[in-house]
């Protein structure tokens, strides 16, 4: 049977319907988007969040627009629905697999012809579904080859069945590595500011059986000298065509901290967070977000009132710090440029 993280995007009586992931772990609750402005409003405020799940999410966003923009004119829903597919596009900046999805919704809005067009859109934004999901199960075991036997590994921020249409790409890795019996122990982060690790990581491990040790994220290094550790393994929102990483902000500490301790640091992604229209790292946008979200712990208020906030939620690690980027296409060992390129004219 499917666990709870698994259904945290579903299709369902014509409409989308999400888990609410701001309410984990406490409340098991869900959101109902019955139109594309429900699906832009959740994305935006991390009902769902995750690279790869905004990108599924946002496909189905895009099946809701076409019912009305289709209802609303026959003739001329196509360039009607180019305004929903523009404010899907910018609900949040860092995450390439969220252009990547609304692309391939509007090449077959392109091809539509005077039919209701929803039927064709559902049939591919679930294939979107689907195929992120064997994506991940595919590089899960790629990553896995990695690892020997015995191996202790951290990860940060969640890259789980929660943040993918199911079974995570670092957590697909870690599934993966675990079911061979290659892992000793799993560490997360809790990733201030939105905790992500202690919400989210902890609670879609645990519900599998999978036991994981928490640490606050200033425990990494400590980690990191006194329990050899292995492996980082990390997600991506989006890799640039040199094979610089942008990912949940303290990514790159992390990353800096491994070479340090001599830990492999592995990032895990679907081909389709690698962005072959960023040069580099620099040229991607890294969102900022409410100071309330540094500044208050669950609407409580932890800081003086006049303090001044930086919240920046990405950062970049450079190529040079990645052992291995695990893709669905196959891994590449300190990845550059050319060898990304290789990669993406693959199969
Ligand atoms: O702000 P979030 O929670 O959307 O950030 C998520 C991450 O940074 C993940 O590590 C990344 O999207 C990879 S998810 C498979």
């Known amino acids: 049977m499917k666990s709870l993280a698994d259904q945290a995007i579903v299709w369902q009586d014509n409409h989308l319907v999400l888990l609410d992931q701001r309410k984990l772990p406490k409340d098991v609750q869900y959101i109902h988007c019955q139109n594309v402005n429900d699906v832009i409003h959740a994305i935006k405020n991390m009902v769902v969040r995750g690279a790869p799940a905004i990108g599924v999410t946002a496909a189905y966003g895009v099946v809701l627009a076409a019912r009305v923009r289709y209802q609303e004119s026959k003739s001329n829903w196509q360039q009607d629905i180019e305004q929903d597919l523009s404010e899907l596009l910018c609900a949040r900046p860092t995450a390439v697999n969220l252009r990547w999805a609304i692309e391939k919704m509007r090449q077959e809005i392109v091809k539509s012809g005077s039919e209701d067009p929803e039927n064709t859109l559902l049939t591919v934004a679930k294939k979107i579904h689907h195929e992120d ?146 040069r580099s790292g620099d040229d991607i946008e890294i969102e900022e977000r409410a100071h309330n979200e540094v500044t208050h712990v669950q609407n409580e208020s932890i800081s003086p009132e006049q303090v001044q906030v930086w919240n920046p939620v990405f950062d970049i690690t450079p190529a040079e710090y990645v052992s291995a980027l695990v893709t669905e296409k196959g891994v590449v060992k300190l990845p550059n440029r050319s060898k990304i390129e290789d990669l993406m004219k693959s199969k």
């Open 133 to 278: 999901v064997q994506a991940n199960k595919t590089l899960g075991d790629l990553g896995a080859n990695l690892l020997s036997k015995g191996s202790a590994v951290l990860t940060h921020c969640n890259a789980g069945a929660l943040a993918t249409g199911g079974y995570g790409t670092a957590l697909g890795v870690i599934r993966s590595a675990y079911a061979e019996n290659k892992i000793t122990a799993i560490y997360a982060d809790e990733t201030r500011p939105w905790f992500q690790g202690t919400r989210l990581t902890a609670w879609e491990l645990l519900q599998d059986s999978i036991p994981v040790t928490l640490i606050c994220d200033s425990a990494a290094a400590s980690l990191m000298r006194q329990k050899k550790l292995a492996w980082v393994i990390v997600g991506a929102d989006r890799v640039a065509s040199n094979g610089d990483v942008a990912n949940k902000i303290g990514t790159y500490s992390l990353a800096v901290m491994a070479r340090e301790h001599g830990v492999n640091f592995m990032v895990a992604a679907p081909s389709s967070t690698i962005d072959m229209h960023m």
